[in-house]
C-alpha cells in the first residue's frame, strides 16, 4: 500500500516532486511564499516518523527533523521555512558536522567538458582536505548556466577561511539548502528565468540547489 505523504530522497540539488513533475531548480528564498495545499497538508498530518524521513531529504539531522516535525501543524509555508530556519540556526557542533557529512558536492552534466570536471574535483579536494566535508553552497538564485563558475569560485574563495570561519559560512549555506529544498518540495512549480549570456558549459540537468 503506497503511504500517503513522502519526499523524495536526498538529491543534490535537483529533485522531483510528489506529482512526478519534472525536477525544477530551486528559486531564491523570497520568492517561495506559498505551497502547495495538498502537500502541505499530507506533510502536516503525516505520521511522524514519515515526515522526519521527509525532512531529512532536505537536511541530514535528525534533531533538526524532529523539532520541524514536532511543531506542526503549520498554517502556510512560511511559518514552515521559518520553523525550519530556527532549528538549523539552533543546531549543536556535533549535529552539523552529521548535517555536513550528509552533503555531497553537486555531479556536473555529463555534458559538461573534461576540464571542468577536473578543475571541480582538484578544488573540491582541497576544500575537503583542509576542512573535512564536502563544499556546500546554495545556488537558487544562480541560473544553472552559472553554477560551475559559481561553485568554483565559491570554493577558491572559502580556501582561504580559517576553520572556523568557514564553519559557520558552511552552516549557513546548509540552512539555505534545507529551506530551498522544502519550498522546492511543498512549493508549487515555477519556471526560471532564461540566462542572459548561457555560456554552454552546463546542460539541463545542470546543479542548482534548493540551502
Not at 514519515?50 to 539531522?61: I, N
Not at 552534466?109 to 556546500?136: I, K, N, Q
Request: proline share 10%; aromatic share 6%; with cysteine.
Amino acid at each position: 500500500m503506497t503511504r500517503g505523504f513522502t519526499l523524495p530522497a536526498h538529491r543534490l540539488p535537483y529533485a522531483s516532486d510528489l506529482s512526478g513533475r519534472a525536477a525544477i531548480p530551486a528559486l531564491p528564498e523570497q520568492s517561495r511564499t506559498q505551497a502547495s495545499p495538498a502537500l502541505l497538508e499530507g506533510f502536516n498530518t503525516a505520521p511522524a516518523d514519515e515526515a522526519c524521513e521527509a525532512l531529512l531529504a532536505c537536511l541530514r539531522s535528525l534533531r533538526w527533523a524532529r523539532r520541524v516535525a514536532d511543531h506542526r501543524p503549520y498554517p502556510d509555508l512560511d511559518s514552515l521555512l521559518a520553523a525550519a530556519d530556527e532549528a538549523a540556526y539552533d543546531l549543536p557542533p556535533g549535529d552539523l558536522s552529521v548535517a555536513l557529512a550528509g552533503e555531497a558536492l553537486p555531479e556536473l552534466p555529463e555534458d559538461t567538458y573534461s576540464v571542468a570536471h577536473m578543475a571541480l574535483s582538484a578544488a573540491h579536494a582541497a576544500y575537503e582536505a583542509r576542512f573535512g566535508h564536502a563544499f556546500v553552497i546554495y545556488l537558487g538564485d544562480v541560473h544553472p548556466d552559472e553554477a560551475l563558475d559559481r561553485i568554483l569560485e565559491g570554493i577558491r574563495s572559502r580556501l582561504t577561511n580559517d576553520p572556523e570561519e568557514e564553519r559557520v559560512i558552511a552552516a549557513e549555506e546548509l540552512r539555505r539548502l534545507a529551506r530551498g529544498r522544502l519550498a522546492t518540495f511543498l512549493g508549487p512549480a515555477r519556471s526560471y528565468p532564461p540566462a542572459a549570456s548561457p555560456r554552454g558549459t552546463t546542460g539541463p540537468n545542470a546543479p542548482v540547489p534548493g540551502k
